[in-house]
Structures are given as C-alpha cells and as structure tokens.
C-alpha cells in the first residue's frame, strides 16, 4: 500500500503519472501521484461502482465522499451537467490532482476541498463513495455518520466495498444505524450498496 493515502500531506516523493478509466459514456484521462489512493490505475471497486450505479440526480448537489484524484467525482459532474459536484478527501495532494483533473476534462461544476471545509448545511441529492476501509472500523464509521445524515430527503448513497473487507457487516450496521441499506451489484469480489436516508423521525 506505501504510505497512508489518508494523509493530508503524504512525505512520499512525487512520482506523477497517468491513468485511464474507460466507461461505456466517457473517457477520462486522469493525472495521479504517489502518496494517494491507486496512483497506477482506476481502483477495481471504483471502476465496479461507476459501471453499476444509477444515473445521479440530474440537478442539485452531489457528493464523492474520499474523492482522491477525482474519478468519481468527475463522472458524477460528466453525467450530470446541471449538477453542483463536490468531492472531499483529507488528502491534499489528491485534491490538487483532482482540481488538475476537472480542469482538464473542461468541467466547471465540480469542486474540491478538504472535508472539514465543508459547509455543514450542505445537503446532498446524491453521495458516491468507494469509503476508506482501512483507516478502521471505528473511524469508516464516524465517516460515514457524519456524512450520510447529510443526505437531502429522498436521496441516496452508493457505496463498493470489497467482500473480504466488510461489506455484508457495514450493510448490517448502517441499517442498524437507521440507513435502510441493500445491496445493487456484486462483481468481482466487490458489493455496491445503496444507503437511504434515515425515516423521518428517527432518533439514533
């Protein structure tokens, strides 16, 4: 794995390169670099997930929860013109690649910044996420308690988790946490579950 890709400031040395993610709707050619999440090639469970999601919300504010270099994101922003598209990560070197990376895919409705500069009164149509893992069960959980409240009414989030990391039991969790959570697609190992909002009035 080399160094956390959950730093906010990764010590490697910069080692830049490219990548190119290949869907059925678009092809993007994405900058990378050392010291963030899968800088040789589009993570699998990325590429599951874009490959068997819904189509996002045509308008309103979108999502990519741990954006890194910005592959969902972009296709979020891609797909949904008319959408306002935010992708967070705690990275600094992935945020700067993926500015580079909207930049020159010609998109001006995407955006991102550090997740703690978030405007907490956001609330989002849509949240993609292929979730960090292996920063721990208690702190992926404190993640996404902090963001999935702040799904808009009707919205939903859509998550790819490996198998063997946990994804049957973070689906029982985050149903058990209030989120009425199913699983869309299975391919390769990997799981894509769709989270709803929490029922009106629930308390946990």
């Known amino acids: 794995m080399g160094e956390h890709y959950f730093a906010g400031r990764p010590d490697a040395a910069s080692r830049r390169r490219t990548v190119d993610l290949v869907l ?23 590429r599951v997930l874009l490959e068997t999601v819904p189509a996002p919300p045509a308008t309103g504010d979108l999502l990519d929860l741990g954006c890194g270099y910005g592959p969902i994101a972009i296709t979020m922003a891609k797909r949904s013109p008319q959408a306002r598209v935010l992708g967070v990560d705690v990275n600094q070197r992935a945020l700067g690649l993926a500015g580079e990376n909207a930049k020159a895919a010609g998109l001006d409705n995407v955006r991102f910044s550090l997740a ?11 949240i993609w996420s292929n979730p960090p893992i292996r920063i721990g069960k208690a702190a992926l959980h404190d993640l996404l308690l902090t963001w ?57």
């Open 116 to 126: 703690d500069e978030t405007d907490p009164g956001l609330r989002f149509a849509a």
């Open 24 to 46: 059925p709707d678009l092809h993007l050619r994405l900058a990378t670099d050392s010291g963030v999440f899968s800088p040789d090639r589009v993570d699998p469970g990325t």
């Open 148 to 204: 999935l409240p702040r799904l808009a009414p009707g919205g939903h989030a859509h998550l790819v988790v490996q198998k063997h990391l946990g994804s049957d039991s973070l689906q029982k969790w985050l149903t058990g946490q209030g989120f009425p959570t199913e699983r869309i697609a299975s391919r390769s190992a990997y799981r894509v579950l769709r989270v709803a909002t929490r029922p009106e009035g629930h308390t946990r």
